[in-house]
């Protein structure tokens, strides 16, 4: 068996590159038969990411016979979705022989929707996942448990789960009728085939309108009447006021272009602040906050949705041509189920961001469904105990019942994301969005109510099907993960047993996953509640344990929250610790966010007893995101590896970390550029190395005897790697330090707001305050949505106050007092002379004698702007802005002067 302490090629080597490219790729298209087609978990790490993560943490860089271009050929077929399976089985033996034949022990402590321990258990390990959240955890065994204990699962669910499906449409199917004739879609226990079932209806919400000067009558809230959306094929719902009735109703129209249609679909409520369709009254948000939150805001249907005779399309039915509920007699039949009312209450609208219903009045989970979802919902739940009583009752022993019923849970669960009232008609495809299209419950004024048993978006019948045939490719994994649910702060694990610690923890102050979590937790309590008392035996997930800055959980107090954050981070990793063998390697995939969510970390694993080695950033996201691919892109994820540290590492000076980080960067970044790693993923690799010097310590001591913060040294290690990078540049203002930065990071592209912040905060910036690099009459960086893009020279240099003393240039208030305290940033200088330069040169010295700047600075600057440096590959097309310092540093002397300005 080899050492443990061995250094891991992790630790030396991995192609960055080719691991974000697949697992960007991952996420694109349709993915059947991806684990993550199982059930929804939020931030679920790629499988790419994962894979090559366990893979890189267990064998080692001693002796590798691969080259670079090699081991990139290799990490991309092994990382590939949907790849050969021959790239896994050569993973798979090089990790067994990493550890003498045996199967290598890995523990995930935060295993949330289970990617990492499910690519650890394909790479042959034995492999522990730990977990809080009951629906995790239940996600977790359906994963990496059940299909690979039960041979043959997939047929038993199919078997048992027709019949569920079966026996639900023959007691729901009278809530769904017919329509007119037509070939359409041929349902289970259909007599009349030349009827089409409605796909989906589509309903908005109502208030009464509030003029009083006119009859009673209801103002629809309808965000927009959009149906239809393609190249050739327009179709919306045109509103008709009825002054006769002062009631509403809508035709729809179709038309080959936008303007064939007449009107504006996009015409409609904004926020719940409308104007009455029918007497043109403004409905105010207020208002309709109000009616809300009393309970008197109602529904009115919109259209029902058919498929085609033909089988193809979208056929839309006006109101009249198809049947409506009988909200009363669904309530009715609800209550005779053997099923507890859904009573549980919604979170607090400071638990879950992005916008949210429950100012509007939707206080418990029941309020999120229709009395038709309701009644579809419970009826499925209430078949789940059937069918598991059913199959106990035909000599299916126990175990093997209760993997079909949680199988069939996590189906119903599918369901319920697609059938609740706030989905959304996505009139691109003509379909339901699912409830949870992003980590929020927002309002939504006009929903989209799928037919669970049509064949289209939220059908049981599909995802039942999804679920078996997953099943059946996760059987051929040899051997079950053994899934534990408790807190990381406790793992059921012996002292020095595991040879790695893979983990992707918990994101500091990021939404908390436990209250999102609850939508999902209510319905398998109802399913499967009676299998599992103990994880389903709360009236919501546990939240007490949950590890995430959530001020509202301690009165309000952000530094409460923020300590109980770093109190069970530092518990788990203490934990870690204990479970590790000596020497052997822990690795975090982390989201890399902010200072503090860094600091917080580094600080966990450090008092935890870790010592830093090394760090890779990845970008993970779809390269249709705001950044696309082939761009630099500050990275959406870190490997931060770590071991454990020397016990007699005792207490380190200030200056000796410090002399000691100077050695890292250096030689990091002559490493780093070697592997032609460039941008942003140079500068946070570089920063994520430097943290060794500070974790190798048990403490670092300030001159006057303090203990350094991590944070305090996190903020000098990103310094001290741009100082570095920019070298003439060290000392200058950070305004300047943050335009250089963010050319280099991503040259003049959109970049999504926070990863911009977070390079802003690196070099002492400030991107969004009043005074921030945002804001003022000629900012440095523009906004568009939630993406900002940095504004060159010909954008800011015409400004004639440009680079003046005491003038607001746009974010000129740096975080650091500038010397002398008056002056402008050097890069609105530099812009100011660059746009002179190019448009009118001879004002370039009679501006330059005007503002106070050091020309020898400037130069360098210009230098700088005008560098392949801030290119990020080579062979990249000069920006403007370069092209423009070129030209200037060719005509410098006789435009400044040899002696600068005389």
Known sequence: MRDSSEKRLIEDVIPIDVISRTSASEKVGGRVGHPASLHLWWARRPLAASRAAVYAALVPAAGRTRSVDELSDFFDALCTWGGPAQPIETAREEVLAANGGEAPKVVDLFSGGGAIPLEALRLGCEVTANELNPVAHLIERMLMEYPQSYPGLGDDIRRWGTAWVDEAWTALSDLYPAVDSGTGQTMIGATDTDKRLPLAYIWTRAVRCPNPATPEHDAH??????????????????????????????????????????????????????????????????????????????????????????????????????????????????????????????????????????????????????????????????????????????????????????????????????????????????????????????????????????????????????????????????????????????????????????????????????????????????????????????????????????????????????QHYETLMEQAFREAHRVLKPGAPLVCVYAHKTTSGWSSLVEALRVAGFTITEAWPLDTEMPERAVGRGTASLASSIFLVARKRNPNAGVGSEGEVMAELNDIIKERLERLENLGITGADLVIATVGAGLRALTRFERVEQDNGDVLPAERFLEMVQTRVLDAIFGSLAGVDPVTRYYVAAQYSYGYGQVPFDEANNLARMTGADLDSPNGLTNGVNPHVSKAKSAVILRDFEDRGHDERLGQPNVDGGGTMPLIELSPPTAAPLIDVAHGVLWRAEHKPADVRPYLLSVNVDVMRLQQLIQALAGRALRSTANEAKSREASAAERLLVSWRSIIGEQGLI
């Not at 992003?438 to 099907?465: C, H, I, T």
């Open 221 to 562: 809230l309808l965000r927009q009447t959009w149906l239809g959306r393609k190249k050739g094929r327009y179709i919306a719902l045109k509103p008709v006021a009825d002054r006769a009735t002062w009631s509403l109703r809508y035709e729809v129209v179709e038309a080959t272009t936008e303007e064939g249609l007449g009107f504006d679909p996009a015409e409609g409520s904004r926020g719940g602040e409308v104007t009455c369709r029918i007497c043109g009254a403004p409905v105010e948000s207020r208002y309709v906050k109000e009616e809300a939150r009393a309970g008197r805001m109602t529904t009115a249907p919109l259209t029902a949705l058919a498929l085609k005779p033909s089988g193809r399309g979208r056929d839309y039915l006006p109101v009249g041509e198809y049947d409506l509920p009988d909200d009363a007699e669904c309530m009715k039949r609800l209550a005779e189920l053997p099923i507890d009312p859904l009573d549980e209450p919604l979170p607090g609208t400071m638990r879950i961001t992005g916008g949210t219903c429950m100012v509007y009045g939707f206080s418990h989970y029941r309020d999120l469904f229709t009395p038709r979802q309701l009644l579809a919902l419970s009826t499925l739940a209430v078949g789940i105990r059937k069918v598991h009583d059913a199959a106990r009752e035909s000599g299916m022993d126990e175990g093997r019942a209760a993997a079909v019923a949680t199988a069939l849970a996590m189906a119903l669960n599918r369901v319920a994301d697609r059938l609740s009232n706030l989905c959304r008609l996505d009139t691109k495809n003509e379909g339901g969005t699912n409830t949870f299209a992003r980590q929020a419950l927002p309002m939504v004024w006009d929903f989209y109510e799928a037919n669970p048993f049509a064949g289209a978006s939220g059908d049981v019948r599909k995802y039942l099907k999804e679920t078996a045939n997953l099943v059946d490719r996760l059987a051929t994994i040899r051997n079950p993960a053994k899934c534990v649910r408790g807190s990381a702060a406790a793992l059921p694990l012996p002292n020095d047993s595991q040879d790695a610690v893979v983990t992707d923890p918990p994101y500091y102050d990021n939404i908390s996953y436990a209250d999102l979590s609850d939508f999902f937790y209510v319905w398998l309590k109802r399913s499967v509640g009676f299998l599992y008392p103990t994880d389903l035996g709360g009236e919501l997930t546990p939240k007490r344990s949950e590890a995430v800055v959530a001020a509202y959980r301690h009165a309000g107090s952000k530094d409460a929250a923020r």
